[in-house]
């Protein structure tokens, strides 16, 4: 019951905004009895599918779609470090790939032009001692990037996973020959999305990560 409810819900089937049947009316349509059909509503309660409203006009609504949950859940896990760092540092090695791979086939030209901007922006920074601001501006890059991928899911991990991924380390890097190696990578894949090279833009970035995660240093 829970399943099926979930499914229309999820496909579409069950719009935002619209009611689900009455309990009486469910009851007739699962062939069943009042305590599961409840127990069912609760549960899709809990996973945020509906909304329950008492009262006269009140009932069981569907709940707009969002990425909120999945975007709270990763980001708990990795605020909280409940990943080891290694294992954090491979699935970014995979999924940052791939959306560097995707970037150089589908990036816009006003896309590619901000990143060139935020790249100099970077620059500016080292040049300035403004270490710190360097690397949380550096994370805003893998974030344009993934956006750039065109792909919904990378588009929202890699987001959640940069906008808590500083949980990782202890301290930034404070030697600019650190911050000038990342600005030279990012060189390298920003020219690679100019130039729709999709297998070098995702050997770049991963060896991005790698260099970096594996050092907690990004």
């Not at 009042?34 to 909304?51: S, T, Y």
């Not at 588009?155 to 500083?166: A, C, G, P």
Request: hydrophobic letters at 45%.
């Amino acid at each position: 019951m829970v399943t099926q409810i979930e499914e229309a819900i999820v496909s579409g089937k069950l719009s935002a905004g619209e009611k689900l049947p009455s309990e009486r009316d469910l009851i007739k349509i699962f062939n069943t009895s009042r305590g599961p059909i409840r127990e069912a509503l609760k549960a899709l309660e809990q996973k945020k599918l509906i909304e329950i409203r008492a009262g006269s006009g009140g009932g069981a609504t569907v709940c707009p779609m969002g990425t909120d949950l999945l975007r709270e859940t990763l980001g708990l896990l990795v605020r909280h470090r409940i990943v080891p760092e290694a294992h954090m540092a491979e699935f970014r090695e995979v999924i940052e790939g791939l959306a560097a791979s995707l970037a150089a086939e589908r990036i816009k030209p006003e896309q590619l032009e901000v990143l060139v901007k935020m790249w100099a922006e970077l620059s500016d920074l080292i040049s300035d001692d403004k270490l710190e601001v360097f690397w949380s501006k550096e994370r805003q890059l893998h974030r344009l990037l993934a956006k750039a991928s065109g792909n919904l899911m990378c588009e929202w991990v890699v987001d959640t996973i940069n906008q808590e991924i500083s949980s990782y380390q202890s301290l930034y890097p404070v030697q600019r020959s650190r911050a000038q190696e990342a600005l030279a990578d990012w060189s390298a894949i920003i020219k690679a999305l100019e130039n729709s090279q999709c297998n070098r833009a995702l050997s770049l970035i991963k060896a991005h990560v790698v260099r970096f995660s594996l050092l907690g240093e990004t």
